[in-house]
């Protein structure tokens, strides 16, 4: 039997047989998440070295007209206190966990299977995920990719790290990014020397940035600004804030700069000291006339001197 003559064509060159598809899409969704495993894992390590240059929130901030008003500012230069301000608000075990506080998750899952406002149990470690590499809002899906950005920023980037980004681009106010920018807004001097009231009022208000002030704080926001307070000299006597000095030297305590008048900054005018009164007290308190319009008064007309006549002069007296 003969033998079938040898192809000319190079093998590079040979026509495959056509792929199913079902077996390209599912070689298309490999492909697409291998790419983006491969472009988050390079975008954490781009960020371990580079400073966040704006995030989602920014960016979002910007859109509706508010700015993003950010000024960097390095762990070994920010106040201790306020380190250890946002540990005692917000993450106690930042130290000891990898990222994820189980207990803290299962006591917020407890709470809200219970019914009333849904609480996450986010660590420092998820909230620095979330800011820098997602959005703002829930659901499962970015839960997911926060959990993804969690376990990376905790093997590339070290609590150190994530202390220094989550500082510096977590929300303190209305357009306004960083404890530093938020020093400098509230209080009229940067975050390099706080005082312990201070640092904990910042804290206070990361939870709800644009809905809470700490010039004048009111309510909760003040009675949990004073928890906070409180709660400093715990995480400095436990060194619960150990982790995030390691290798570095700690800034020394140093005593905050008078206060003076922040200046202006974007989203100025969306907040205030004080809540407003409700409208009915202000139509109440208003003087009447301010809510009807007095009459004008007569003006009478005045003669100017020059043109006044001189005045009668009086019959001499009789002799």
């Known amino acids: 039997m003969a033998r079938r003559p040898k192809s000319t064509i190079p093998q590079y060159k040979r026509r495959r047989p056509r792929r199913s598809l079902p077996v390209r899409m599912l070689l298309f969704i490999v492909k697409l998440v291998f790419a983006l495993f491969l472009f988050s894992v390079l975008w954490v390590l781009a960020y371990r070295f580079v400073n966040p240059p704006i995030t989602a929130t920014m960016i979002s901030?910007?859109?509706?007209?508010?700015?993003?008003?950010?000024?960097?500012?390095?762990?070994?230069?920010?106040?201790r206190d306020m380190v250890r301000a946002v540990i005692a608000a917000e993450d106690s075990k930042f130290c000891q966990h990898g990222g994820f506080d189980l207990q803290?998750?299962?006591?917020?899952?407890?709470?809200?299977?219970?019914?009333?406002?849904?609480?996450?149990?986010?660590?420092i470690s998820q909230q620095t995920a979330k800011n820098a590499f997602l959005w703002q809002g829930g659901g499962y899906f970015r839960k997911g990719l926060e959990a993804w950005f969690t376990l990376?920023?905790?093997?590339?980037?070290?609590?150190?790290?994530?202390?220094?980004?989550?500082?510096?681009?977590?929300?303190?106010?209305?357009?306004?990014?960083?404890?530093?920018?938020?020093?400098?807004?509230?209080?009229?001097?940067?975050?390099?020397?706080?005082?312990?009231?201070?640092?904990?009022?910042?804290a206070a208000i990361l939870p709800l940035p644009k809905r809470r002030g700490a010039v004048a704080p009111q309510g909760f926001t003040r009675r949990y600004g004073s928890t906070i307070a409180a709660r400093i000299g715990v995480v400095a006597r436990d060194g619960l804030d150990s982790c995030v000095y390691?290798?570095?030297?700690?800034?020394?305590?140093?005593?905050?700069?008078?206060?003076?008048?922040?200046?202006?900054?974007?989203?100025?005018?969306?907040e205030s000291d004080r809540p407003l009164p409700p409208v009915e007290e202000v139509v109440r308190e208003l003087p009447p006339a301010a809510t009807e319009p007095a009459e004008p008064e007569p003006q009478i007309q005045q003669v100017p001197p020059e043109v006044a006549p001189p005045p009668e002069e009086a019959p001499p007296p009789p002799q």
Do not use: C
């Open 61 to 79: 901030d910007i859109a509706a007209g508010r700015g993003a008003t950010r000024e960097w500012m390095d762990i070994e230069r920010i106040d």
């Open 246 to 270: 390691q290798g570095i030297t700690a800034p020394p305590d140093r005593a905050p700069p008078p206060s003076k008048a922040p200046g202006r900054l974007p989203g100025d005018e969306y």
């Open 104 to 123: 803290a998750i299962e006591q917020a899952m407890q709470r809200n299977a219970s019914g009333g406002r849904i609480r996450g149990g986010s660590t």
């Open 152 to 202: 990376l920023i905790e093997t590339m980037w070290g609590k150190q790290r994530i202390m220094e980004v989550y500082l510096n681009i977590a929300e303190t106010g209305i357009g306004t990014y960083g404890v530093n920018a938020g020093a400098q807004r509230y209080f009229g001097h940067d975050a390099s020397a706080m005082s312990r009231e201070e640092a904990a009022r910042i």
